[in-house]
């Protein structure tokens, strides 16, 4: 019997998670941005991706802020835990705590560092897979792990039966396209990673995307799928370009604080990022605010 993963659609933030001066989980900062994200609309969340910064947490405070988040969303919408280990071991760890958190699937990143071939990729994910109940997405994003999931990898990956989809942040549209073309038969749902990519991913047959804009200004983000799921391409193609300077605003700051100082900005107050990174410049701060100001994002438009 096939899993239900009719779920895995539409608009998913991965959500920042806001600190204190310790570097702590800030309670409140979390369950505010969770609110700003199901008030614009999105059909799902991720806790503990990349730019909810999992890399810089220490193993209770990425249980604090799962736990927080399933809490919070309180079965709106799904949540989703993102897991970015390098040992299988810990990755199976991470995939039985969230099941133990009530999590309804996991987002599965290749291992950093390492520099793996296709067969010890495959055999990495096939064992996280096994070792839970919970219906699991990959994660492609070479260019910060530095190893990528190939359309051949993704083929022999997607016959297992709890891998039902994948997050593309490649940034390569072929990529996501054969990723469609080859899994279209199957219970597999392909997911756009990149945020200028969303509606050209969608039109090739993608489900939905995991955009960190979204954390920003989730209601524009939600604009381009809906109107695509409408037909109106002219309208989802409007939505797109709109978002597109926020997106590539992000190269103001190191990966990934940009967005937290956009949110910063905009008045829902989520703290600094984790060192080593730092906050934008003063001077890129105000290029990016000057940008949120021409969407038409403001400090009273997040005051609900």
């Known amino acids: 019997m096939e899993l239900d993963t009719s779920f895995v659609r539409g608009v998913i933030p991965p959500i920042v998670t806001p600190v204190d001066a310790e570097d702590q989980v800030d309670e409140e900062g979390l369950r ?37 988040t399933v809490d919070q ?19 199976v760890r991470l995939a039985r705590l969230a099941e133990t958190l009530r999590a309804q699937a996991i987002t599965m990143l290749p291992p950093m560092f390492l520099s793996l071939s296709e067969e010890e990729l495959y055999r990495h994910f096939r064992k996280v897979a096994e070792s839970t109940f919970l219906p699991v997405l990959l994660y492609n994003n070479p260019d910060k792990v530095g190893n990528n999931i190939s359309a ?27 990723y469609i073309r080859l899994t279209r038969h199957k219970n597999f749902r392909v997911m756009a990673g990149r945020d200028t ?29 809906d109107k695509f799921m409408a037909g109106d391409l002219a309208g989802a193609l409007e939505a797109q370009f709109k978002l597109a300077p926020l997106r590539m605003a992000f190269n103001l700051g190191s990966f990934p604080v940009v967005t937290k100082d956009a949110m910063n900005l905009i008045g829902l ?19 990016l605010n000057e940008i949120l100001k021409q969407m038409g994002q403001t400090e009273t438009a997040v005051q609900n």
């Open 152 to 178: 051949r990898l993704l083929e022999r990956l997607a016959d297992i039966p709890n891998i039902v989809g994948v997050k593309d942040s490649s940034g390569d549209l072929t990529l996501t396209a054969e």
């Open 197 to 225: 990519m969303i509606l050209g991913s969608l039109a090739y047959g993608a489900v939905g995307c995991v955009a960190s804009t979204a954390n920003i200004v989730p209601a524009l983000v939600v604009e381009i799928y």
């Open 32 to 68: 505010r941005v969770i609110e700003h994200t199901i008030t614009g609309g999105v059909h799902g969340i991720l806790a503990l991706g990349s730019n909810g910064e999992f890399f810089a947490l220490e193993p209770d405070q990425q249980e604090r802020a799962l736990g927080v």
């Open 73 to 91: 969303v309180q079965g709106r919408v799904p949540v989703y835990m993102g897991i970015g280990a390098i040992t299988t071991r810990e990755c």
């Open 269 to 287: 107050e989520v703290g600094g990022p984790i060192a080593p990174t730092m906050s934008c410049t003063e001077l890129n701060k105000a290029k």
